[in-house]
């Protein structure tokens, strides 16, 4: 970076603003209480802190860049144009301000309310937990025309703070390699890195982002770089995410408030889908379950288009009330506040506590919203088309609910005809597999292991749910059954919302297995597509997996191999041709399950010993939702840009 950022007389920031309250102990002994856990979303965790303090800087006003780099050892620097860490003396603790920063627990500028108005990071345990969970971490700061380094493993200093060079810049350089003894995974992801990346540039508009990956070169030799800037910030994030579903409105609303000293900044752009999407920041932390500030933002849409469409006659002819949900349908948002106090449920940070900002954002979006609706009658009434729309199909859909719950009722423990069941009752100990065709499946019910592995054959294609409205859903005879094989059903939230019951599920484990050609490709992602869309809560809990069945047999004489990739293959044919045996080796393709018989679709697929599972999770529900709608969805452009982007990680089925 280039750009000199020198500190303002009236941002004094130093080793007197650094307050320590414990120490270090506890981190490493016990790192998911401090980051989550210690798999692949543990280790990028890592990294939100070390950028969460650059972010903070600039939300202070005084850093305009932030780069991430990725090393080729998968170590990570993270550089921002900040004021840089205060590396003076710390008079209480006697030792550098920098080194108390990176190796004491709620230690930091965050803690002085005169230094950061508002700040995101784990309550100033977040960079010190970084150095803890690293193997080595060197923190370089630039400050007063000076280049100052300390370098860290495990959590302890290797050395003094010192100065070692000049410097016209300002700001903080943290490299850090995770410790390999404490992640399962030490493999950083470029996209989920990147996703972030963009993120962030929404919610700070102005500010400069870039993520160089130095694992990746072009053909020019050059490293894989994004670079992310956003003028229009939540405007523009509202129309990233609903990249691939038709506008029901030609651009956002947008609001803007302060209350205080709470900041509200909404962001709403309706489109012509059947889905809900709200995306919630405090401090540009995602909180993902919610919290205070939503409340507020689904009050306040609650209320303002109740009050329009009753004022305005539009709901005469419905003989049912209207529910919150229905002025939600179609409607993606997003909803960021800067709280100075945030009070989180939970560690992570998963939702906003603070009472007091329901009101706050329930009164900023009401004033906004409601001069959007007296100026924009036209549009205004394109949504309240659309709420009598989502209405009267929500009604619809309560009858075909209640109709199958009914059904199920009436036949007793109306369990599907299809399904094969297990004879254990335990929840944990029981898994169903949803198989393709019925073949396949007869073949699976064969193969099983009866105590606890249930099978569904599902029957062709199910229905695209993200094309369908959600009454007919429940017409499709297989999206039928798995809910009722699943034990689970759809009952309305405290906000109108649909919320998955699962209460009475009769498996942990829900397994798709599809053939491994282009058409089982599609009916998983026409499966996955249905759990996101209406059992997210299966995925979120970790009960849904893909099987794995194998792409190969390579056989010679009777030594045979199964191989799931060209990889395997290949090294299955050079080691088999090196036997003296007779005969040729042979490579058997399997298109479909049913080419392989019970036996073998047992020890290759269903044998909890010897298969592969990949277990679904949603790392981001917005790139999630952004890319089921392209892929799913009506909208051919969006959907042809996506392909193109990714056909280099293509398959080609032959």
């Known amino acids: 970076m280039s750009q000199t950022n020198q500190t303002p007389q009236n941002g004094n920031y130093d080793a007197s603003n650094i307050t320590a309250l414990e120490g270090l102990e506890a981190v490493r002994k016990r ?15 890592l990294v939100w802190e070390v950028v969460d303090n650059s972010i903070d800087e600039h939300l202070a006003g005084y850093c305009s860049e932030i780069d991430m ?91 003094e703070v010192h100065e070692i060079g000049k410097t016209e810049e300002n700001g903080t350089i943290i490299t850090f390699r995770p410790d390999a003894t404490i992640f399962e995974t030490l493999v950083y992801k470029f996209d989920t890195l990147a996703h972030r990346m963009q993120e962030l540039a929404f919610l700070n508009s102005g500010l400069k982002l870039s993520l160089i990956d130095e694992r990746e070169k072009d053909e020019d030799g050059n490293f894989r770089r994004m670079d992310y800037y956003s003028e ?24 803007k408030s302060k209350e205080d000293n709470v900041e509200v900044e909404v962001a709403m752009q309706y489109n012509t889908t059947y889905s809900e999407n709200i995306y919630s920041f405090v401090n ?152 393709e065709g019925d073949s396949a499946g007869g073949t699976a019910k064969q193969g099983r292991d009866r105590a606890f592995q249930a099978i569904l054959p599902l029957r062709g294609k199910i229905l695209n749910v993200e094309k369908a409205m959600e009454h007919k859903i429940y017409e499709n005879e297989e999206i039928k059954n798995m809910f009722t094989a699943l034990g689970v059903k759809i009952v309305e939230g405290e906000y109108g919302e649909r919320v998955l019951d699962t209460e009475k599920l009769r498996y942990h484990k829900i397994i798709i297995m599809c053939d491994a050609d282009i058409d089982g490709s599609h009916i998983v992602t026409l499966i996955l597509t249905f759990f996101f869309r209406y059992m997210q809560k299966l995925v979120e809990a970790g009960y849904v997996y893909i099987a794995q069945p194998p792409l190969y047999q390579v056989k010679r004489g009777k030594q045979f191999q199964y191989c799931w990739n060209e990889e395997e293959r290949q090294e299955a044919i050079a080691r088999l041709s090196r036997h003296e045996n007779d005969g040729s080796v042979k490579v058997q393709r399997y298109k479909g399950l049913g080419e392989m018989n019970a036996e073998q679709l047992w020890e290759t697929t269903m044998d909890p010993d010897t298969r592969m599972l990949q277990r679904v999770t949603i790392e981001e529900i917005g790139e999630a939702d952004r ?28």
């Open 232 to 255: 229009g910030g939540l405007a523009e994030f509202v129309q990233y995410l609903d990249e691939g579903k038709p506008d029901l409105i030609e651009t956002p609303i947008y609001v």
């Open 69 to 159: 780099i990725i090393h080729p050892d998968n170590s990570i620097s993270v550089k921002d144009d900040g004021r840089g860490i205060p590396v003076g003396m710390h008079k209480k603790l006697g030792k550098s301000a920098l080194e108390v920063v990176m190796t004491v627990l709620h230690a930091g500028g965050k803690f002085d309310k005169d230094t950061y108005k508002v700040s995101g990071g784990l309550h100033g345990v977040g960079v010190s937990c970084v150095n803890a969970l690293s193997s080595y971490l060197k923190a370089e700061v630039h400050r007063e025309g000076k280049i100052y380094v300390q370098e860290y493993s495990e959590g302890k200093p290797q050395n």
């Open 284 to 435: 540009n932390i995602n909180t993902r379950e919610g919290g205070t500030h939503v409340n507020g933002f689904r009050r306040a849409v609650n209320r303002l288009f109740t009050k329009y469409g009753e004022e305005n006659g539009f709901f005469k002819k419905l003989k049912f009330k209207i529910s919150g949900e229905d002025f939600r349908e179609g409607l993606t948002s997003v909803v960021s506040v800067k709280v100075p106090e945030p009070q989180f449920k939970g560690q992570t940070k998963g939702e906003l506590g603070n009472s007091e900002v329901t009101g706050i954002v329930s009164r900023a979006v009401g004033e906004s919203v409601g001069y959007w609706l007296e100026e924009n009658p036209i549009m205004a009434k394109r949504i309240i088309d659309k709420v009598i729309l989502a209405a009267t199909a929500r009604h619809a859909a309560r009858k075909a609910r209640e109709m199958v719950q009914r059904k199920n009722v009436l036949t007793g423990t109306g369990l599907p005809g299809k399904l094969a069941d297990c004879s254990s009752k335990d929840p944990g100990a029981c898994e169903i597999y949803l198989v």
């Open 627 to 654: 890319v089921f709608s392209m892929l799913m969805g009506d909208e051919v452009p969006p959907r042809r840009a996506f392909i193109e982007a990714n056909a280099k990680y293509a398959k080609v089925d032959v």
């Open 31 to 45: 790192p998911g209480m401090y980051i989550g856990g210690t798999d692949t979303r543990g280790l990028h965790h």
